[in-house]
């Protein structure tokens, strides 16, 4: 094949694939100029913490325990980091995220992250502009609204990019410059984001528990290409992938893996004996290493102990409790 064929054979592909992306003037018979690629099912968004939490709200149900209510704040991400692409690069939702994680547990939770439509209504009640489904004027009652016994602050505090990086690069070929040359590169990273939280008494204001985690996350990419002469023609063939693991997923996962401690304090119970797999938190007096207060029977004996009940941060993880079952994104057991 000649240069020039080449050329054309190569115009020709790029016309025919400007002619199938073309929308055209407009939109077919249903309105649409496309349709959209793509149809993955809705799938559950699980950590390797949630089985544990669904575990223990199942166990309180069974024994009738009751937790106190809990209100949860404001979880800021104060790492301060932007994406390359705009925006924030951590999630701004972790309030969210532990608001579901304790829903899991079936802790009772009161309402004080957006009560913007309950004020709203609040104030059409008090002007007389609200009616209830009977017809009648909705009354304000004193007293009507649960408060919390406990309320969830804190934040993200931390975003390393790269804590650890490595690669290797391969280029082999002949000295002959007609012959192939081959091209392998790999690449690995590892970066962590981290969590603060505290748990604080809402009438006293006193913090009665505090806990820090980590996760570390990992990234891989991997190209191979080979490069060789055709007769008149240039062959350049390559590809690869890349993967990185999700970090808005690590910040869930530190969060429930954060109230499924303080979700077994606030049932008083030891997780060893409420669920059929190991203690997901450990039990006992050990020195807790993520800091916090002694919560040995729903946050009862803090004001002569600041040892807290738990014993090691390996114990709850899927991987780590080989009793534990569950599944990750993307990966079934």
Not at 101 to 121: C, H, N, P, Q, Y
Not at 236 to 250: C, F, K, M, N, T
Not at 279 to 302: F, L
Request: aromatic share 6%; charged share 20%.
């Amino acid at each position: 094949m000649t240069k020039t064929k080449l050329l054309l054979a190569t115009l020709a592909g790029a016309l025919a694939l400007t002619g199938c992306a073309s929308t055209g003037n407009g939109g077919g018979a249903d309105g649409l100029y496309a349709q959209p690629i793509g149809g993955a099912p809705v799938t559950a968004n699980p950590t390797p913490y949630s089985e544990a939490l669904v575990c223990l709200a199942r166990y309180a149900r069974e024994n009738n325990l009751q937790s106190p209510r809990i209100a949860v704040g404001r979880l800021s991400d104060y790492t301060g980091r932007a994406s390359l692409e705009g925006g924030a690069a951590v999630t701004q939702g972790a309030s969210l995220m532990a608001i579901s994680a304790f829903a899991k547990a079936g802790i009772r939770l009161v309402e004080r992250f957006d009560t913007s439509v309950s004020e709203l209504e609040l104030r059409y009640a008090n002007n007389s502009l609200i009616r209830d489904t009977n017809g009648q004027q909705r009354q304000i009652h004193a007293a009507s609204l649960p408060g919390s016994d406990f309320h969830l602050v804190g934040g993200i505090t931390e975003l390393n990019y790269n804590i650890r990086s490595n690669g290797v690069d391969v280029l082999a070929g002949d000295r002959v410059d007609s012959d192939p040359t081959g091209l392998f590169n790999r690449r690995s990273w590892v970066m962590n984001i981290g969590l603060d939280l505290r748990l604080n008494e809402t009438r006293t204001m006193e913090t009665v528990d505090v806990i820090s985690y980590q996760k570390q996350i990992i990234g891989r990419e991997i190209s191979a290409g080979i490069f060789a002469f055709w007769d008149d023609a240039v062959i350049d063939i390559s590809g690869g992938g890349r993967s990185l693991e999700p970090v808005q997923l690590a910040v869930r996962s530190v969060i429930e893996r954060a109230v499924l401690e303080i979700s077994a304090q606030l049932y008083g119970v030891d997780p060893a004996s409420a669920c059929t797999y190991s203690d997901p938190i450990g039990g006992g007096s050990h020195t807790n290493i993520t800091g916090g207060v002694n919560a040995s029977t729903a946050y009862g004996s803090r004001e002569t102990s600041n040892v807290q009940a738990r014993q090691t941060v390996d114990r709850g993880h899927d991987r780590r409790d080989a009793h534990v079952r569950t599944y990750l994104r993307g990966r079934y057991d």
